[in-house]
């Protein structure tokens, strides 16, 4: 069973960068898309970005398209989400999923991954 942990969430000014990050253990991410979903209070879970499984193809949500990028590390079983140009509508709790039948073109569903983890917070401030 992986199980994920994201951290490095916290309060940030407008403008400003962040990097947060899910560690797996119980298994290995390699071979497993990944992705990450936010959630603000009172809205649905949200698609940020993802990356398919070969580490060939990464697609993000509209709202952060060219402000976000994920990427991986399958040595230290790990994934990133590098945040800049924070804006305060980018305020949620963030999670991070995995999934090992996650095919390119369903890598926005939240319904395709198996596994989640508990997110961690991110607030930007003005």
């Known amino acids: 069973q992986v199980q994920l942990v994201e951290s490095g969430g916290e309060l940030v000014q407008i403008g400003s960068s962040l990097r947060i990050s899910c560690a797996a253990s119980?298994?290995?991410?390699?071979?497993?898309?990944m992705a990450w979903f936010r959630q603000a209070p009172g809205k649905e879970r949200d698609f940020v970005a993802a990356?398919?499984?070969?580490?060939?193809?990464?697609v993000y949500g509209d709202s952060v398209k060219g402000r976000f990028s994920i990427s991986r590390d399958n040595g230290k079983n790990t994934v990133y989400l590098q945040m800049d140009s924070l804006k305060p509508e980018d305020t949620a709790i963030y999670y991070c999923?995995?999934?090992?039948?996650?095919?390119?073109?369903?890598?926005?569903?939240?319904?395709?991954?198996?596994?989640w983890g508990q997110g961690t917070q991110v607030t930007v401030s003005s």
């Open positions: 999923a995995a999934g090992r039948r996650v095919i390119t073109s369903n890598l926005r569903n939240h319904r395709a991954y198996d596994f």
């Open positions: 119980g298994g290995t991410l390699s071979g497993s898309a």
């Open positions: 990356i398919d499984r070969n580490n060939a193809g990464r």
